[in-house]
């Protein structure tokens, strides 16, 4: 069930769940199935940026598996490992974990695995600008996954295409897989990845020019993130709407947004990617260079101050910031 749980976006439920199923299955006996719940709990954690936990579920997963002899589990608990060190911006054990995945799962023939592995490792190749290697990574996956029908993943291949085209400044064709990738996860449901492809299309759309269309795509990314307790996607949301504000000439809502996003991205250990760090840092630079040093730093510091649910009001504009109590 942790796979409806992660597509439903009903994180936290799942977690208790997993967390009861755990301590009814104990370390002797019934080893594989306490096998599984530790890999999908170690998901439902990674996914709220628990990443403690999630490492944590993903490693006894990983000595249980091999302990047993569980090829499969051995390869997932290997990827789901990789998926928590890129996050955490440790991009050499990402791809040294993706790699072993894929070589464990092509031993056994295991299609889904080898799939997710090369996804994974088609956005690892990303972050290190090896566009062509990720490109050939992406493809290989999305043809894997349409042959086995899993729709949840091409929804996923869908959203890293559109990734790779805006790192080209392709801006038409990552619209395009976007609202592909978004609409196929209207379809099954899958609720965090119809937050991720609007969140990046509010992007795409301000880039273009649509202000109006960029607030309403960021204005229901966010409020799904904040239904299903997802704080690094919240941090997403709110580096777009500093983004649309700079579009729109509100330069101080912009830098008292990226600060709260920074101080948010902080507080979980969830650092952008190189590729979304250097385009914020030129509009981070723009902004300091229209308010003026004090006035930038005041807003920073600002925004830095905001509790998550006072960040996220003031981007829908629905109050004042507000500042944490002493």
């Known amino acids: 069930l942790w796979r409806f749980w992660e597509t ?7 977690r208790e769940w997993c967390a009861r199923a755990i301590a009814k299955v104990g370390t002797e006996e019934g080893l594989a199935l306490r096998a599984k719940v530790l890999g999908g ?44 060190a890129m996050e955490e911006g440790d991009y050499a054990a990402a791809w040294t974990l993706y790699e072993a995945s894929l070589a464990n799962s092509k031993a056994t023939g295991n ?66 897989y976007h609202e592909a990738s978004a609409d196929l996860c209207r379809k099954i ?30 204005e229901e ?43 948010l991205r902080v507080k979980l250990g969830f650092p952008l990617p190189p590729h979304e760090g250097e385009q914020r840092d030129r509009e981070v630079a723009e902004v300091r260079q229209a308010l003026g040093e004090e006035a930038f730093l005041a807003s920073w510091t600002r925004g830095q101050a905001l509790t998550a649910e006072a960040a996220v009001a003031l981007a829908l504009g629905d109050e004042a910031p507000r500042t944490q109590p002493a």
């Open 111 to 176: 299609q889904p695995g080898i799939a997710a592995a090369l996804n994974n490792l088609g956005i690892a190749a990303m972050f290190r600008g090896e566009l062509v290697a990720a490109q050939t990574y992406h493809n290989e996956s999305m043809q894997i996954n349409s042959e086995i029908g899993d729709r949840l993943a091409v929804s996923r291949s869908l959203n890293n295409m559109a990734n790779m085209a805006m790192i080209q400044g392709d801006y038409a064709s990552a619209r395009a």
């Open 189 to 218: 449901g899958n609720r965090g990845g119809i937050a991720s492809s609007l969140c990046h299309l509010g992007r795409i759309v301000t880039h273009q020019g649509d202000y109006a269309l960029a607030r309403a795509y960021l």
């Open 8 to 14: 439903r976006g009903l994180l936290s439920e799942g």
């Open 221 to 263: 990314s966010l409020t799904i993130r904040r239904q299903i307790a997802d704080p690094g996607g919240t941090a997403e949301c709110l580096e777009g709407f500093a983004s649309l504000g700079l579009e729109g000439k509100r330069a101080e809502q912009a830098a008292v947004l990226w600060g709260a996003a920074d101080a």
């Open 41 to 84: 709990a170690g998901n439902l954690a990674r996914n709220q940026s628990d990443y403690f936990a999630g490492r944590a579920y993903q490693e006894e997963s990983l000595s249980i598996c091999r302990k047993i002899g569980d090829l499969p589990g051995v390869s997932a608990s290997l990827n789901n490992l990789g998926i928590v």
